[in-house]
């Protein structure tokens, strides 16, 4: 399995003309702010949205107007991951190697090209394993603070194409 960090984000509120760049370190980050609704969340849940996980903002949270651009590095490579509304664009170092508007094929594809990883679940209708979307490699590791204690997975929507039981049950990883 390969080793990933996210070295930056960049939320550009096109509309507003506004944007908030902020880095982080490899190993342990602590975000923190001395008030709640300063936007710990949304900027958690920006790093899973730019990766390709559909995403359950706050109704103030308007992702349809902002550009979401993550850098990262896998195995001592470096990625960024630019998405606008259903367009990802990813770029090895600084060349495009992919760009799409097909998270659950494509981009799933390529994940599992760069991280030598992928989830494959049973389709709910045919039972066949199929490669899953990158929000099932990402679901294991996210806790909403609000939405945690009334239903593990709430901040993600678009996930109910697999039976939850099996999601919840096996995860084949490759």
Not at 116 to 121: E, I, N, T
């Amino acid at each position: 399995m390969s080793e990933m960090y996210f070295k930056s984000i960049l939320i550009a509120d096109l509309n507003k003309k506004e944007a908030r760049f902020q880095n982080f370190n490899k190993g342990f980050n602590v975000i923190t702010s001395h008030d709640n609704h300063m936007g710990k969340s949304s900027l958690l849940k920006s790093l899973y949205y730019a990766m390709g996980a559909e995403i359950e903002y706050d109704d103030i949270w308007d992702k349809k107007s902002k550009l979401y651009i993550v850098d990262i590095m896998v195995n001592d490579k470096n990625y960024k991951i630019a998405r606008f509304q259903k367009t990802y664009a990813v770029f090895e170092k600084d060349r495009l190697v992919l760009l799409t508007q097909s998270a659950s094929k494509d981009l799933a594809k390529k994940y599992e090209e760069i991280f030598s990883f992928a989830v494959y679940l049973p389709n709910k209708k045919t039972n066949k394993i199929e490669l899953a979307p990158p929000v099932f490699t990402f679901l294991p590791y996210y806790i909403d603070q609000d939405e945690g204690w009334s239903g593990l997975y709430n901040s993600f929507s678009n996930i109910n194409q697999y039976d939850k039981k099996e999601r919840e049950s096996h995860y084949i990883i490759t």
